[in-house]
C-alpha cells in the first residue's frame, strides 16, 4: 500500500476527517443572513414591510385592498403611498472568507419626484462586487508575500473550494494597484496636519534578480485632532537628503501645508531636507535615538549611569528643570567621557524642542515611536521572507496593511490638548 493509498483510505484530507459540522453550518447560513440584511435595506427605502402597499401618517401598515383609499379616507384617516414597489429579484454570486454563495438580491423600483422611477440600488452588495474587502486583502496580501497568481490561487483552493484563480488574483491585483497609484497621487490639500514623523527603514527585495537592501522612507502626519494618518511611504536608495528631498516635494506639490513640527530620528539627511523646504520649521530629535548614540559613544560599562542621567533630564517635570539638568550632564560627563558631552552637545537644542510645548504632548512629542512600532509590525509581518519580490512591492505591503485595516492608527497620547503651538525656548541666563 502507497502512503497516497493510506492516506485516502483513512479520510484524511480527502474525506471526512477534514470537514468540519460547524464550518458547514456556519456556510450554510451565510446565504439567509446576507439576504436579511439585504431584505431590511430595501424595506427601509420603501418605508414598509413587505407586501404592504400603503401605510397612515400614524406609522401604522394598512394592506392594500379594493377601495381601501375610500374606506381610510371616510374614517378621517390621511394615508401615505408607498415609495415605490418590488419587482423579484435576481442572482448573485458573492466569495468572502466564508466561500463561495449565491444570493437573492431583491429588486425595485422607487418613485422620483418627476413622477418617473428609478431603479433601486442597495449599498450592502454594491453593482459589479463579487467579493468582500476581507477576501481581496487576503488575496493581495498573498500575492504581496511573492506568491505568483498560479501559487495564491492553490494556496486558497482549499479554503475557497477553487473559486479562486489565477485570473481571480491578477483582478484582484489589478484593483490593488490602482488604488496604490490613486493614493500616491491623492489631493493633500485638506488634511489638516500639524506634526510630520519622519523615518526610513531598510528592507531586503529583489533586483536584478539579486538581493538588494533598500530604504522605505516613511511619513506619518498628525492632524489638528491627533489622529495618525499615512502620507507617504516611497522605497528609496537610501536615506539620503536628496531621497528625502524628493520625497518632501511630492508632498508639498500635492497640497501639504507646513506643519508646526517635524519629529525625526536624527538622521542629517533628513534635517537637511526639511530646512530646505521649511527653513523656519521646527524639528525634535528622537530622544530614543539619541540615548543609543549617546551609549554608543562610552565604555560599556558606563551604559547604565549615562541612561540614569539622561533620563532624569529627559523626564523632567517643567522646562526649566530640564534645562538645568541638561547642563548637569553636560558639566558632569565632559569630565568623564568627554565623547558623551560632545555627542548631547551636537544635538543642540532642536533634542529638547518638546520642552516648548504644553506638558501633556511631551510623551507623543519626544520620540519617533509612532512610526518606529509600525516598522516593527511590518518587519514582523514579512520575516518569514528573507527577500521581497520587488522594491515596489514593499512599498505596497507596507500601505496595504494600514488600506486594509490589518494595521490602525490611533490617535497621540494628549490629544485633546493639540493644538500646535509653540513657545518660546527658555533661556535661563536672562
Known sequence: MTIDTAIEDSGLLLGEGWRDRIEAGVRGRIRGFIEEILEGELRHALGRERYVRLKTTSGAAVERSEGLGDEEAARGVSVVPAKGHRHGNRERELMGTFG????????????????????????TLPAYRRRTKEIEALIAGSYLAGCNTRRVGRALAALFRGAVSKDTVSRVWRKIKADWDSWNKRDLSSENVVRLILDGTVVRVRLDRKATSISLLVVLGIRCDGQKVLLAVKNMGGE????????????????????????????????????????????QRCTVHKLRNLVAHAPKKLADEIAADYSDMIYAKTAKEVEARRKAFIRKWRVKCEAVATSLEEAGDRLFTFTRLSPEQWKSARTTNAIERLHEEFKRRIKTQTVLPSAETAAMLFW??????????????????LDGHLAQPIDLAA
Open 400 to 417: 496595504a496593511l494600514l488600506a486594509s485595516g490589518q494595521i490602525t492608527l490611533r490617535k497621540v497620547d494628549g490629544w485633546h490638548t
Open 100 to 123: 463561495a454563495v449565491t444570493i437573492a438580491v431583491p429588486r425595485a423600483r422607487l418613485d422620483t419626484a418627476d413622477g418617473k422611477t428609478t431603479e433601486w440600488q442597495n449599498k
Open 240 to 283: 539620503s537628503e536628496a531621497a528625502w528631498r524628493t520625497l518632501l516635494d511630492d508632498l508639498a506639490k500635492r497640497g501639504l501645508k507646513k506643519p508646526e513640527l517635524a519629529i525625526v530620528d536624527g538622521a542629517p539627511g533628513l534635517e537637511k531636507a526639511l530646512v530646505a523646504l521649511w527653513s523656519d520649521l521646527p524639528i
